[in-house]
């Protein structure tokens, strides 16, 4: 059977920006420089997409267009017979437990979206917004509806079949996102005080720089560009063979990096505007981002309620292209790997992160008190994922690619069997071969204290 490819080469970066641009973007990343002391968070961060993210971003470009197969497959093809394949299940069961958490903040969404359209944010100031959040998320039944819609929502466009509905929505809904992002930032850089906020986001304080900061960066730096599990490897299996990978690399690290950013430039300005601290948490954009809406916008009737409306959706959204690419991973995984139909593959994906969402979800209220190593399930679900299954996924990636697959495999790739340049090349591999390998495990002994 021919393989579905994208229709075109902008159909295929908006894809896997699609994938790329989601709440770890709006929600994680802010929330993340937030509590590492902002500003020199930032750069370090920037440091992580450029050295260790876009080449290992093209490492998986690579895997996945050679292979023509998803992650769960894709190892056993180039490498048959090896131990590669773990790459591919340690992909597949990161995407699981992300997809399990990821969706209850989705959800979330959902409720937002719902408040806003009741006109529920009007006459509410900061405290307000504080006081509910709190009510709404340790509920033990609210979160878990949501949790239950988005999931059930993935699921669906999952096994219908997602190549044209992706790139199609992916071409609409990015643009949007990001003239409303644009909008918002502008607005909440003119709100009272909005200066500190600035401050925070700008001039790097580096006395807040510990271990801890280069393991955050690091993981939020994977985590946002959906790195080392195999999602961008199994999208670029349906990429053209005049797709460029390097081009596509960059366009995709800088269109991610770029609404990182500009969501930093609405979330802290917003929140040093109303006293509300930049480490809140995971909490940060629904406490602030609600008087924003009310603060820039509450002397015209029902202008807060649309903005506020047509941001939570847009997120909601970019959110779902997220989730879907998760989905679409493990489904993949089980189909070619167990034989089960896409829809039976789908239940069972669906289920199990239904089960880790309730779990998360719950740990946040009433559960909060049952731990692993002092971590929540939320917490620990994240911490492990971000911090550890990802960075090592795209250590393996770099390792594999590097010193098991020929150079000229790579640079084939790359340069679409020599019809174009790709000056970058010794440079792309000495980073894959040495320098990122040694800097994620160095990052990981010195945070993880193996030594
Ligand atoms: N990159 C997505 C975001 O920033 O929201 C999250 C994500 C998607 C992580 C897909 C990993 C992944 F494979």
């Not at 059977?1 to 080469?9: D, L």
């Not at 908006?14 to 590492?36: C, D, T």
């Not at 437990?97 to 903040?105: D, F």
């Not at 669906?156 to 409303?180: C, D, N, Q, T, Y």
Request: one cysteine or more; glycine letters at 10%.
């Amino acid at each position: 059977m021919e393989r579905a490819n994208f229709g075109s080469k902008i159909g295929a970066i908006l894809a896997a920006a699609g994938s790329a641009v989601g709440l770890g973007n709006i929600w994680r990343f802010p929330y993340e420089a937030g509590n590492h002391g902002g500003a020199a968070f930032i750069l370090i961060y920037l440091g992580c997409v450029c050295l260790l993210g876009l080449p290992i971003m093209i490492a998986e470009f690579t895997v996945g267009r050679r292979s023509k197969a998803s992650t769960g497959k894709a190892y056993s093809i180039l490498a048959p017979d090896t131990q590669w394949k773990w790459i591919g299940y340690l992909g597949v069961l990161a995407g699981a437990l992300i997809l399990g958490y990821y969706s209850v903040v989705a959800g979330w969404t959902l409720e937002y979206i719902v408040e806003a359209l009741g006109n529920g944010f009007a006459g509410k100031g900061a405290e307000d917004f504080v006081a509910s959040f709190q009510s709404f998320s340790q509920d033990p039944v609210r979160p878990l509806v949501w949790l239950v819609v988005f999931l059930l929502a993935t699921h669906f466009i999952v096994v219908k079949g997602v190549k044209k509905g992706i790139e199609r929505s992916a071409k609409i809904l990015m643009p949007m996102l990001f003239i409303l992002i644009l909008i918002l930032a502008v607005c909440s850089m003119t709100l009272p005080n909005a200066g500190k906020g600035l401050e925070f986001l700008l001039k790097p304080d580096f006395s807040k720089v510990d271990q801890d900061v280069f393991l955050g960066a690091m993981g939020q730096a994977f985590f946002s560009l959906s790195l080392g599990m195999g999602c961008l490897s199994t999208y670029a299996s349906y990429f053209g063979s005049e797709t460029k990978l390097g081009k596509t690399a960059l366009s995709v690290g800088v269109i991610d990096t770029f609404v990182a950013i500009l969501a930093g430039f609405i979330i802290f300005p917003a929140a040093f505007s109303v006293g509300i601290q930049p480490d809140a948490g995971p909490s940060l954009i629904f406490i602030t981002l609600p008087n924003v809406f009310q603060q820039a916008f509450g002397a015209i009737p029902y202008l807060p309620m649309l903005f506020s409306v047509m941001f939570y959706v847009l997120l909601a959204l970019a959110a779902l292209t997220s989730t879907i690419s998760m989905h679409e991973v493990v489904t993949a995984f089980l189909n070619e790997q167990f034989g089960l139909s896409r829809s039976k593959a789908a239940v069972i994906v669906t289920s199990f992160c239904m089960i880790l969402g309730v779990a998360s979800s719950l740990s946040l209220g009433i559960w909060s008190e049952y731990t692993l190593f002092g971590l929540g399930c939320f917490d620990f679900l994240d911490f492990l994922t971000a911090k550890i299954m990802l960075p090592l996924g795209g250590l393996l990636v770099a390792v594999f690619v590097a010193w098991y697959l020929k150079r000229s495999v790579s640079y084939d790739e790359v340069t679409n069997y020599g019809l174009q340049k790709a000056p970058y090349f010794p440079v792309y591999m000495f980073i894959l071969k040495y320098i990122a390998p040694v800097a994620i495990a160095m990052i990981f002994i010195n945070e993880l204290g193996w030594i």
